[in-house]
């Protein structure tokens, strides 16, 4: 079973995502392996730089998805 399992991995593995492919894909799959069963760990910050470490359940790669402030919202009061 596992052979089975590395062979289709390796079959889906043609060439690592460029950022801007992950992005435009959404962030939902693996840059390399494209297998959409991946974890992140809890956001990291660090003033304006928020983080969050990926890892692929299949092949084991792992990477940052880096985030950035765009706008604020829902703003009460003043």
Do not use: F, H, Q, R
Not at 36 to 59: H, P, Q, R
């Amino acid at each position: 079973m596992a052979k089975k399992i590395t062979k289709k991995i390796a079959a889906k593995v043609t060439a690592t995502m460029t950022s801007e492919e992950y992005v435009k894909d959404g962030g939902c799959a693996c840059p390399v392996c494209k297998s959409e069963n991946i974890m992140g760990e809890s956001l990291e910050a660090d003033g304006a730089n928020v983080w969050n470490t990926i890892t692929c359940e299949d092949c084991g790669a792992t990477w940052l998805d880096i985030y950035t402030l765009t706008s604020y919202d829902y703003l009460k009061g003043g």
